[in-house]
């Protein structure tokens, strides 16, 4: 009797154990599961819609998705985690024509935070759907931003397409190449914003090319920056650079006015003109401004005096102006002599 009951009391135990690790083992087993979000990264919603049975999974559970596309539209390509799954969506649902492709779920397994695109196209056209890697869009971000809408570089066959231009300032835009044919005359805009929207074909290749605004005079603050400066001085093959101050007379009263009338005209029009203000051109020795003045007084070997206006030609400083004449005529002809002496 006595082992009997110390044999119950051992198989307790045992139970007890057993009891205690198994609940160890569950806790351990579910612990540091991580939940992840499944969220919807890319999707018109005028045209259809992505919705899922759970937007919070523990790793290595699963989730459904129901895709609908909007009348008149129809499913083109679904992604997961820029994995392309339309295969797998289409045979998920027994999908065997393109009338099918309006209406369809697809489950699978989460083990990371999950973003899905959802890509939708006019209904009948599923036939287009070859798509283009790396569009070619060449610019130069120093002078403009471009911007494509869809934001991707993978797009169907025909799939239209939007680019945005912004130029910086003093730019204009001089040429859009789409597929090697000019199309600047099409596009729509102003005040340095632009859009052009066009359907994509195989390989398509875009060109942006912005030239500094020749009709125009560039004005740079005191503190410019050297490359805002060096950029502009190789804007044309021929620069000429007026450094001035507002306590200055003649570069008020007749440097500056001269240059007024001549920029873009004429028979300068080829000539870009730019403007750097100085602090002041009795006091100033410690801006930007003053610093690229004082470079060129040394390397031109000239006193330096006001006005101070230099001529580049291909970036380089080749001769100095310091010459002002009360006679707007008179004036305005010696800046074009010194100008056609230097070409």
């Not at 006019?122 to 060449?138: P, R």
């Amino acid at each position: 009797m006595k082992k009997s009951k110390q044999l119950m009391l051992m198989l307790l135990s045992l139970a007890l154990v057993l009891s205690v690790c198994m609940s160890v083992f569950v806790a351990c087993d579910n612990k540091g599961k991580t939940e992840y979000t499944v969220s919807v990264s890319e999707c018109d919603q005028s045209k259809g819609t992505v919705v899922f049975d759970k937007e919070k999974v523990a790793g290595g559970g699963e989730v459904t998705m129901t895709v609908t596309s909007k009348p008149g539209y129809e499913i083109m390509k679904l992604y997961v985690n820029n994995a392309d799954i339309t295969d797998q969506f289409i045979k998920a649902n027994n999908m065997t024509t393109t009338k099918d492709y309006t209406h369809g779920s697809y489950k699978f397994t989460v083990n990371k935070d999950t973003a899905v695109r959802a890509l939708f196209q006019t209904e009948g056209t599923n036939s287009n759907t070859d798509y283009i890697y790396d569009l070619n869009c060449e610019y130069d971000n120093n002078k403009c931003y471009v911007n494509i809408t869809p934001d991707r570089s993978k797009f169907a066959n025909n799939e239209s397409v939007t680019l945005s231009i912004e130029l910086n300032n003093d730019f204009k835009l001089v040429s859009l190449l789409v597929n090697n044919e000019e199309h600047v005359g099409d596009v729509s805009g102003s005040n340095l914003k632009y859009t052009y929207t066009f359907n994509i074909t195989q390989n398509s290749t875009i060109k942006v090319d912005v030239q500094f605004d020749t009709t125009v005079i560039t004005n740079f603050p005191y503190d410019v920056t050297e490359d805002a400066f060096q950029m502009a001085i190789n804007s044309a093959d021929i620069v000429l650079c007026d450094f001035w101050a507002t306590d200055c007379k003649p570069c008020l009263n007749i440097m500056g006015p001269s240059l007024n009338r001549l920029a873009g005209k004429a028979p300068i029009a080829d000539v870009r003109i730019i403007k750097v203000q100085l602090r002041s051109f009795q006091t100033d020795t410690s801006s930007n401004a003053y610093k690229i003045k004082n470079r060129y007084t040394q390397a031109l070997n000239n006193v330096g005096s006001f006005p101070f206006v230099v001529l580049f030609k291909n970036g380089e400083a080749v001769d100095v102006f310091n010459g002002a004449f009360p006679d707007q005529n008179t004036q305005d002809q010696n800046v074009l002599n010194f100008i056609a002496k230097n070409r």
